[in-house]
């Protein structure tokens, strides 16, 4: 499957709440937009390559040309999480003028629409920052959220769909039209017309109105893990934490987190908050062989369907993603963590905001930064 999208943005500009015209980044004319009409036209739905159309667009024979991008791919990564890191640190490396092309790639475009949610929950100033990094983690690997992300997520959905709806219909630049802040990063022109549908679906299916039980879904998912241990996965969940993510140095990973997200689903708790409402981003797609009959050598037979459901991850957990690591050296500075790994996902983010804002590496109080 070749389902991809690109993300361009200059480094100086990486922080995208830019607001009153300023322009996040792109590829065409100077500083344009990479959604804009002239990068479309360019990187035509038939380029399966897109680096070479795309370098020819930046580059050009004027001497005094901007620095060529310097471009990145990244297959099933499955989140935004590479693409948020590093444009929020590219300015410590190399020229500051250079473009950056993130082309991503994934098997099915629910990811997709996930890359742009959750940078378009980064790339908005209707949130204050702290109150966006709580959104962003939650909506990032919460099976289910607060009814006010839930909200969030819709509203977001319904100006997604209606911007990158007016982008593939070629009316971004009517007036009137929809627009939000993702529409001058992302470049869909790569994009099939069976994908463009998907993604809009996948925009439609994350309405408030659109039903989904997620407990029950992660209730099959276990019991198909656990099978007959399904009774004591109290205890088997004790048993991986100590004898696998502790033993291999994962610390910093709190018990009683890690049991949570295990049996609830919950990863990044908001304080004493209750999470009623599906995480309808982390819903999608599976495809298997429905059971009709039997062959001669007695296999199953049957029709390829399209399962909808929670396939996401239910035994590793994402605390790997933003947790076990940081710059900050007193987030684990005693053997006996005083930080959890919920507390350093929270210090990573917010770190990763302030720098693509302000352009300078945030320290913590008392570190002697």
Request: a negative charge; charged letters at 25%.
């Amino acid at each position: 499957a070749r389902q991809t999208a690109a993300v361009a943005s200059g480094p100086e500009e990486a922080y995208p709440g830019a607001s009153d015209g300023d322009d996040p980044g792109g590829v065409e004319g100077n500083k344009g937009s990479a959604g804009g009409d002239g990068a479309r036209g360019d990187v035509g739905d038939d380029d399966a390559g897109g680096s070479r159309s795309r370098g020819q667009l930046a580059g050009g024979s004027d001497s005094n040309r901007d620095p060529d991008p310097l471009t990145v791919l990244l297959v099933g990564t499955g989140d935004p999480r590479h693409v948020f890191t590093t444009l929020s640190r590219a300015h410590r490396h190399g020229n500051a003028d250079q473009p950056l092309h993130f082309y991503v790639h994934e098997s099915n475009m629910v990811e997709v629409a996930r890359h742009v949610l959750l940078l378009a929950i980064l790339m908005t100033d209707d949130l204050p920052p702290t109150d966006r990094m709580e959104r962003f983690l939650e909506v990032f690997m919460n099976a289910t959220v607060r009814d006010s992300t839930a909200e969030l997520v819709e509203r977001h959905a319904r100006w997604l769909e209606a911007s990158v709806g007016a982008v593939f219909a070629g009316e971004a630049n009517a007036p009137g039209a929809a627009t939000h802040p993702a529409t001058n990063v992302f470049d869909f022109s790569l994009l099939r017309f069976k994908e463009k549908d998907e993604l809009m679906d996948c925009f439609r299916s994350w309405s408030r109105a659109v039903p989904f039980d997620m407990d029950m879904a992660r209730d099959r998912r276990q019991r198909k893990y656990y099978d007959d241990r399904f009774d004591h996965r109290r205890n088997l969940v004790d048993w991986d934490y100590h004898m696998r993510v502790e033993a291999a140095g994962a610390g910093v990973i709190h018990f009683k987190h890690f049991a949570q997200w295990r049996l609830a689903g919950v990863a990044y708790p908001v304080r004493e908050a209750t999470y009623p409402a599906p995480n309808r981003t982390l819903v999608g797609y599976a495809r298997g062989t429905t059971r009709e009959f039997k062959d001669r050598n007695m296999d199953d037979k049957g029709r390829t369907v399209d399962s909808r459901g929670y396939w996401g991850d239910i035994i590793n957990s994402p605390y790997h993603c933003f947790g076990t690591s940081a710059e900050e050296p007193s987030l684990f500075k005693y053997r006996q963590h005083v930080k959890n790994a919920v507390e350093v996902s929270e210090y990573n983010v917010a770190a990763n905001l302030y720098e693509m804002r302000t352009g300078a590496p945030w320290r913590a109080k008392g570190s002697g930064g």
